[in-house]
């Protein structure tokens, strides 16, 4: 029934880990897939009928490249759920040197197109930021880059009530050593050809560099950032690590450590938390019924001191795994919980008041209250609009074509957009910019939605890019002119493609372009912020250089403009504001309360 439930049957989705988990907190079970090689992984919402929907692309701006293993938990006590897999960027200098093969641009911007989505060799942290839509917060959280890994955990190691990451690392060859492939590999198989003998396998296996790594372990520190304490926690043994799952082994209240390793014993780390720093938990035991003996897919809920800590009964995580089925909810030193909490998979519910703490609780679902918990009903205060606005393009320019050691593409800065009421209807109409090529366009507000007024104006100047753009009134006339900063990193900064544009309107929506409002100046605009500076009721402008264009890290020059109070602009910027840096965001405020 896969098909029909919509499950992908790709024949290149190297699945490593399969991943359940609510994570839009409708109460039903979410999947997530990690896939290695070059399939995208995939993101099931259940739809509740008995089928899911794929909504990676939706709800993720970007997943890990190679994904491995994967584990669903909260890990900022918000109770909703988090999504952290594993990749295989080294950590340290040397060994990025030495194994990291990133894919070009052309060949990265030739996946996208294909349908695999933006993957990036790194692992993800995707932060819940409610109703199932992510935020990847891996290198904030410093968690991006572990190594080769497989095994993927997010426990309360140290019951602080705050969920850790642990990672299992270590591959038995380092099949991406670009020397071993650049240099050996490539001489084994010109050999071969010219010889006509093959090399044995195991030959060439023993050519391949091995390298032990250390398992990593990260504190919740309980800010979205983590802090790396394996070797402090006691992981102090190289290994060549892959699953990894805990439990309560020794029943002192906090959760033990087995790690399986290739060609080596397994580990099994005794956590002495409790001894160490006293803190409280709070253990749960679950009896279900017949058909689901475990209650597995049940969640609870710890609600203490303020704090929602939530956990849910899903066994297999990580890298080809399973844990205890015993819940163990740390607590730090709160003393009190207030109610605890078990959502039944039948949908029903058992509340206990002020359950006793440093223990574990048998709990049985054929005792539940029986209180049905109807599901979200999916409202949001936001909700996308069904309109018709035309798809923007950006242009082929590619910044690393020119310019290697940029961090980023300095040329992708748009789409700009501006909203004001341009015809004076009392409904707001909305100016989208666009790329090189693109014209810019606006679009009027009526009863039955937004409808695009073509203007010559704009498409006269279709080679500028649009990276700012603001409404306001340049001349007091009384209704709103249009400004447009250009920008990008292709044109020189002294070419005519980097000017300014002001359209002045007509008062019914109708835009003419003045040439002669500003001074001739060029820069790649980055942020335009209008400002009656000087009282005068004229309004005033200043705008930010982002950078030089082909000339990266060159101070670019600012701009601040007097309105003369007939809508001409004069620059009377002084050194330390034109030179002021790299501005990516301007705004007025008065910070010194002098009105």
Not at 303 to 320: K, N, T, W
Not at 398 to 407: A, K, T
Not at 412 to 422: F, K, N, S
Request: contains cysteine; aromatic residues 10%; proline residues 2%.
């Amino acid at each position: 029934v896969s098909k029909e439930a919509g499950i992908h049957g790709t024949l290149i989705s190297f699945g490593l880990g399969a991943s359940v988990g609510d994570l839009n907190n409708d109460g039903y079970p979410d999947i997530f897939v990690s896939n290695d090689s070059y399939e995208r992984d995939f993101l099931y919402i259940n739809q509740g009928n008995g089928t899911f929907k794929d909504e990676l692309e939706t709800r993720m701006g970007h997943t890990s490249f190679s994904s491995m293993g994967a584990d669903v938990a909260d890990i900022n006590n918000d109770g909703y759920q988090e999504i952290f897999s594993t990749d295989m960027l080294p950590g340290d200098d040397y060994r990025l040197k030495t194994l990291g093969a990133f894919d070009n641009i052309d060949l990265y911007n030739s996946k996208v197109k294909a349908g695999f989505y933006h993957q990036y060799m790194m692992n993800c942290l995707q932060l819940n930021n409610g109703k199932g839509q992510f935020s990847d917060i891996a290198n904030y959280s410093g968690v991006a880059a572990t190594d080769w890994s497989w095994g993927a955990l997010m426990f309360d190691a140290d019951n602080d009530g705050f969920n850790d990451i642990y990672v299992c690392n270590g591959i038995n060859k380092d099949v991406t050593n670009l020397d071993f492939m650049d240099f050996f590999a490539n001489d084994v198989v010109q050999q071969m050809v010219k010889t006509g003998e093959k090399e044995s396998l195991d030959k060439v296996l023993e050519k391949i560099p091995v390298q032990a790594m250390l398992n990593k372990a990260y504190r919740n520190l309980g800010n979205l950032r983590f802090a790396d304490q394996g070797e402090d926690w006691g992981f102090t043994q190289p290994s060549f690590s892959n699953g990894a799952a805990y439990g309560d082994l020794d029943n002192d209240g906090d959760l033990d450590l087995i790690i399986n390793n290739e060609n080596q014993p397994a580990f099994i780390y005794q956590n002495n938390a409790r001894q160490l720093n006293k803190h409280h938990y709070i253990g749960v035991s679950l009896r279900g019924t017949e058909q689901n003996k475990f209650a597995i897919g049940s969640r609870i809920i710890a609600y203490a001191d303020s704090q929602v800590l939530s956990r849910e009964l899903i066994p297999s995580r990580g890298f080809q795994s399973s844990v205890d089925y015993k819940l163990l909810i740390g607590l730090g030193n709160v003393k009190v919980v207030d109610s605890l909490q078990i959502i039944w998979t039948d949908r029903t519910v058992t509340s206990i008041i002020r359950p006793a703490i440093d223990t574990v609780h048998i709990i049985q679902q054929k005792n539940g209250g029986g209180l049905m918990i109807e599901p979200a009903d999916g409202t949001t205060m936001f909700s996308l609009a069904d309109t018709a606005f035309d798809k923007h393009r950006e242009d082929e320019h590619i910044d690393f074509y020119y310019e290697r050691n940029i961090p980023r593409m300095l040329s992708r800065q748009g789409p700009a957009a501006a909203v004001a009421d341009v015809n004076g209807d009392g409904a707001e109409d909305l100016y989208i910019g666009g790329a090189a090529g693109q014209a810019g366009q606006l679009y009027i507000q009526t009863a039955g939605g937004f409808v695009k007024r073509e203007q010559d104006v704009f498409t006269r100047f279709a080679l500028f890019e649009d990276v700012a753009a603001v409404f306001f009134d340049a001349d007091n006339d009384g209704d709103a002119d249009l400004l447009i900063g250009s920008g990008g990193n292709k044109h020189a900064t002294m070419g005519g493609m980097l000017e300014h544009r002001l359209y002045r309107n007509d008062g019914n929506g109708n835009f003419s372009i003045d040439i002669s409002a500003f001074p001739k100046n060029t820069i790649n605009v980055a942020t335009i912020a209008v400002h009656d500076f000087d009282g005068d009721g004229f309004h005033d402008i200043f705008i930010g250089g982002g950078s030089v264009p082909a000339d990266y890290a060159v101070t670019p020059r600012s701009y601040l403009f007097r309105n003369d109070g007939k809508g001409r602009f004069v620059d009377i910027a002084p050194q330390a504001l034109a030179e002021a840096g790299n501005i990516s965001k301007a705004l007025w405020a008065d910070v010194n309360g002098d009105g």
